[in-house]
């Protein structure tokens, strides 16, 4: 199983950025699947989760109501719509897959699988 994430870039204060994570190996509809970022010297923190059928999702209070994760089984890819961004968003954002496909966890410990990471620059 492996997932490639996609869509980082530099963006302005109040820009947006669609993030794609794309799994193969098996189908996505098999997973629960998450996002979460990291900067230099800090631990992974949770950015938003969703159950298999994406009928379900959570959001951590410090993205809520700017962001929103997605997906489209039938595209294996799970997405990450980015709105409102400020600078401290600036991270490495990762996706992770969990076997537990009604896992909507913000632990990271809890996810099988990662991306490589895309990284998001938002300037001032």
């Known amino acids: 199983v492996q997932l490639q994430a996609s869509g980082g870039g530099l963006v302005q204060v109040g820009g947006s950025l669609r993030l794609s994570c794309t799994i193969s190996?098996?189908?996505?509809?098999?997973?629960?699947t998450a996002w979460f970022r990291q900067t230099s010297g800090k631990e992974r923190e949770f950015v938003a989760a969703?159950?298999?059928?994406?009928?379900?999702?959570s959001t951590a209070d410090s993205v809520k109501g700017r962001f929103s994760i997605s997906r489209d089984n039938a595209k294996n890819t799970v997405y990450l719509q980015m709105n409102g961004l400020k600078p401290e968003d600036t991270a490495a954002y990762y996706c992770a897959a969990s076997s537990h496909p009604y896992s909507g966890s913000s632990t990271p410990s809890d996810y099988d699988y990662w991306g490589q990471g895309t990284l998001v620059t938002v300037s001032s």
């Open positions: 190996g098996r189908p996505l509809s098999s997973y629960g």
């Open positions: 969703t159950v298999w059928s994406g009928t379900m999702t």
